[in-house]
């Protein structure tokens, strides 16, 4: 059984402001996916990388690899309009590579500070389950907007009945390539914030949770720029 990586940069990022995708914006003259990719090629248990990549950058991409020595990094597939179509093509790209046994761990690209525990993590448990998410408590109180007057409340969602879910998220290989095509077939699970593990679910499959990380933050804001950068700087 292999453990294969899908890190999905086919996103733009409107949000950070900046010229370029996000994913390629330079932090201490280092993209932000090449962070994220070192995590993956640092870590024993992952066999290989598939980059999901916005069309047009897929030769940039090729060229960072080699100057970081990403040399896990085996195939770029192109991304689509939206994210769960860009998942749905890393998947489809494996369908001639991957066993069914084997495990896909997705990523976000724009998520550069996973833990090599929370890998690891993931990768076990979806080894005994069939899949695992990345989760976490959730410490903050959750109220309901009332639909009488949006700017009042009278319920609130005990916070103990919660879980934050983040990628990495894990999959059997067999599992994932079946409710893709299930879910565009149907169109169900595909549209909006839908991601891989909210598909799952409402396509009636029990997701299990693994460990997560309150350092595994998504760049999407300058603000998270900067907490990336303090976290880069309490390490050296």
Not at 128 to 154: C, K, M, R, W
Not at 184 to 202: A, C, D, L, P, Q
């Amino acid at each position: 059984m292999s453990n294969i990586a899908i890190i999905i940069a086919g996103g733009i990022g409107n949000r950070m402001g900046q010229s370029i995708p996000k994913q390629f914006i330079n932090v201490y003259d280092k993209p932000i996916l090449m962070y994220t990719l070192e995590g993956f090629q640092k870590h024993p248990m992952v066999d290989a990388i598939e980059v999901v990549c916005i069309e047009g950058w897929e030769n940039v991409v090729w060229s960072y690899a080699k100057q970081y020595n990403i040399t896990k990094l085996k195939w770029i597939a192109k991304g689509g309009a939206s994210g769960q179509e860009s998942i749905r093509n890393g998947v489809f790209n494996l369908e001639d590579k991957c066993a069914p046994e084997d495990t896909i761990i997705i990523h976000d690209g724009i998520r550069p500070l996973v833990d090599a525990e929370v890998l690891t993590d993931v990768i076990n448990k979806a080894r005994l389950y069939g899949n695992a998410v990345t989760s976490l408590p959730y410490n903050e109180q959750i109220f309901v907007i009332s639909q009488e007057d949006e700017a009042t409340t009278t319920r609130f969602i005990p916070r103990e009945t919660l879980r934050r879910v983040s990628t990495p998220q894990a999959y059997q290989f067999g599992l994932l390539d079946e409710k893709y095509h299930e879910a565009f077939e149907k169109e169900i699970g595909i549209n909006g914030s839908h991601y891989t593990n909210t598909m799952m679910v409402e396509l009636g499959v029990r997701l299990h949770f693994a460990a997560g990380s309150d350092k595994n933050i998504k760049l999407t804001t300058p603000d998270d720029l900067e907490i990336f950068k303090g976290y880069l700087n309490r390490t050296k």
